[in-house]
């Protein structure tokens, strides 16, 4: 099996970095892989989340002095704080799961097609929508987006929260409306008791990770998360675009949203991905060393707690597999380090510590000469990170 490349001089060492054993940089994008996130129904998010109340494309920054200080050529950071004011990229996609299940029960139920979300928020269909309820697990900002969609779209939502998420995001998810249930042990079993009460309930799940048989509403939620990946596209174009993407990974389903959505596009010229995640809750960094999924357990210690996920998404994961060019796993530190960064730099950005995870790879790398070859990184690289939250507020 491939193995561990670096680790920092430090002790204990704040990352570790895989190459991709299982990386095929030439694989043709095939009809698997379109059936999970695909051209035609990326067009339809755009359509659909554009008309939403309060969309414009999130800020795209380019951060000259911290690429200065880390040696690389540029350094583009897309803030999705600024997403539809809920501070977080995940605004994309549990809003579009929830307007998704409702499209789908109102066809089902009046035999149409073609329902738009625009109709459904105004309430053409108010009697059908108020009869559904959308339920999910969270560790806040995915909760936070499936109440939102769940409020502006006319349904009723319960959310399942595992111990570790704080008050304040609890707060967050309320102000739309949800019913919270609290649930013991960690994210995965809060997937779990959010299913087995919906089959009971008759809820319809509208999850940001597919397991079993759920599978269609996590693919609309990652071809949601893809609206953000085609606002980077249309500004850098041509020569501007990066050579390298840090994307964080929780069950996978961001990183594959981008990743997939690229290798579709540029095929073997799309730029060099990186998936970073917390070194206590690395899923994906376990699962590309083992060639399979892996489980990973005791995920909650640490403080990016949004990527505190011990199983990864099976759908993102098909897409991941043979398209990442490296994993890495980082200690809590290399993240306050990345937030005190983005800090000081000229462009102060607030950014929360799950939605650093990819710019603290990045910085634990820079300063590292061996990783920096071995992810071909140098002087004229153009990184791109997605600031994928801002901090909570009251957290
Ligand atoms: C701020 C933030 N960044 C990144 C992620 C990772 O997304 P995924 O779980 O799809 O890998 C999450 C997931 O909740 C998140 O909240």
């Known amino acids: 099996m491939a193995f561990l490349v670096s680790m920092h001089s430090d002790s204990p060492p704040p990352f570790r970095l895989l190459p991709n054993p299982l990386l095929d940089r030439t694989a043709p994008y095939s009809l698997a892989e379109q059936w999970i996130l695909n051209r035609g129904r990326h067009l339809e998010v755009m359509e659909e989340i554009s008309s939403w109340p309060g969309y414009e494309p999130t800020p795209l920054l380019d951060l000259r002095p911290l690429a200065k200080e880390l040696a690389i050529g540029r350094l583009s950071l897309k803030n999705e704080g600024a997403r539809f004011g809920l501070g977080s990229f995940k605004a994309l996609g549990g809003a579009y799961g929830v307007v ?40 806040g900002n995915h909760g936070r987006s499936v109440a939102w969609g769940a409020q502006l779209f006319g349904c009723r939502c319960v959310v399942y929260l595992p111990p570790a998420v704080s008050p304040a995001r609890e707060a967050a998810i309320v102000q739309y409306g949800a019913t919270i249930v609290r649930t013991r042990g960690d994210y995965d079993d809060a997937v779990m008791e959010a299913h087995r009460d919906a089959q009971r309930l008759e809820r319809f799940v509208v999850s940001d990770t597919s397991y079993e048989a759920n599978v269609n509403v996590p693919r609309d939620i990652m071809q949601g998360y893809t609206v953000l990946l085609a606002e980077v596209l249309e500004r850098l174009t041509g020569s501007d675009r990066p050579t390298h993407i840090f994307l964080q990974g929780g069950v996978g389903g961001f990183a ?140």
Not at 110 to 137: F, H, K, L, P
Request: hydrophobic share 40%; aromatic share 4%.
């Open 100 to 139: 998704r299940v409702i499209q789908d029960e109102i066809e089902r139920l009046t035999q149409t097609s073609g329902v738009t979300g625009r109709e459904i928020m105004d309430g053409a269909y108010r009697d059908i929508a108020c009869g559904i309820t959308v339920t999910c697990a969270s560790d």
């Open 256 to 395: 594959a949203s981008v990743v997939g959505h690229l290798w579709e596009t540029l095929g073997p010229d799309r730029p060099a991905c990186i998936v970073v995640e917390p070194d206590c809750a690395n899923c994906l960094f376990e699962s590309a060393s083992l060639g399979r999924p892996a489980t990973v357990t005791n995920v909650h210690r640490t403080i990016m707690g949004c990527l505190a996920c011990g199983e990864v998404s099976t759908l993102a994961w098909y897409i991941l597999e043979r398209s990442v060019d490296a994993f890495m796993s980082i200690a809590d530190e290399a993240a306050e380090t990345a937030m005190r960064r983005l800090a000081n730099a000229d462009l102060a950005v607030p950014v929360g510590p799950s939605g650093v995870a990819g710019l603290a790879g990045l910085v634990c790398i820079a300063g590292d000469a061996d990783t920096r070859t071995a992810i071909g990184l140098d002087r004229s690289s153009h990184v791109l990170v997605v600031a994928t939250e801002r901090p909570t507020k009251g957290e």
